[in-house]
């Protein structure tokens, strides 16, 4: 009843006044319910590395790869000279027409993996263009409200690749702009309709959803039927379901729980 916030229930079972009850919730809340866990040992730092650079340069914004996760790969000359020596010996002797064969089809599966790494790492740019070239706006100001609706199939079909490619692209990949590190499923979001006739991103919605309830009055705390008809005032057509979904997004609690005494 104490985590739901029952306070009420708890007044009246302990029969205590409501400075009791206050001073007790004080000293409860600056408690650590985990002690043990500041002692976790030898904690090493794990660094992130990006996939893809931006960079502005005359007032355009180019992506590259990051050559860290990219190294550039190349067949080894020695093979390729020893495949020629092969080739220009004596082609009876079953010895050197084996050890050539071998050497041929080694080669030639290296040549493979190095034409499958950088038609990869060409559906990487692809992906990573189309998304600056939708979101440009963010990546000039960096402002979230500036993020467009803009959904899997969108980029999709601008590349003209399968939905599940562009999927897997952008479920781990990381991209560094001069704003931070953005995983690149932070750049997709809904659209939600509002009264100017324009889609708005479920991230601005998010945005301006999660203000709201920062700005609140702790001991009056916003319901998500008030919510839902702040925002409709804002212009945006959102129903209490989706306000829902997104404050449970966000990791935040209903009203009953936000409220402070």
């Not at 203000?211 to 129903?239: C, Q, T, V």
Request: a positive charge.
């Amino acid at each position: 009843e104490f985590t739901k916030k029952h306070y009420d229930k708890i007044q009246k079972r302990l029969s205590i006044t409501d400075e009791q009850l206050k001073d007790a919730v004080n000293n409860i809340t600056k408690l650590n319910p985990k002690p043990g866990s500041s002692e976790k040992g030898d904690v090493r730092t794990q660094y992130l590395i990006p996939d893809f650079l931006l960079s502005v340069n005359n007032g355009q914004i180019e992506v590259s790869l990051n050559s860290r996760n990219a190294p550039e790969l190349r067949i080894s000359r020695s093979y390729s000279e020893l495949l020629n020596t092969y080739d220009k010996s004596d082609k009876k002797d079953k010895h050197i027409k084996e050890t050539a064969t071998f050497v041929k089809q080694k080669l030639d599966a290296a040549k493979w993996f190095i034409d499958a790494i950088k038609q990869r790492q060409n559906t990487l740019l692809r992906t990573m263009q189309a998304i600056v070239k939708r979101q440009y706006d963010f990546f000039e100001e960096g402002e979230e409200t500036k993020l467009k609706p803009m959904i899997l199939k969108d980029i999709a079909k601008e590349i003209e690749m399968d939905i599940s490619t562009v999927s897997r692209v952008a479920n781990s990949k990381t991209v560094q702009t001069e704003y931070g590190i953005y995983p690149l499923k932070y750049f997709f979001s809904e659209g939600i309709a509002t009264d100017s006739g324009e889609d708005a991103s479920s991230r601005e919605v998010k945005s301006i959803l999660k203000e709201m309830i920062e700005e609140e009055d702790k001991k009056n705390p916003l319901s998500d039927d008030k919510i839902e008809r702040m925002l409709n005032d804002k212009g945006y057509n959102i129903a209490r379901r989706t306000v829902a979904k997104y404050r449970e997004q966000l990791n935040i609690p209903v009203a009953r729980l936000r409220k402070e005494l």
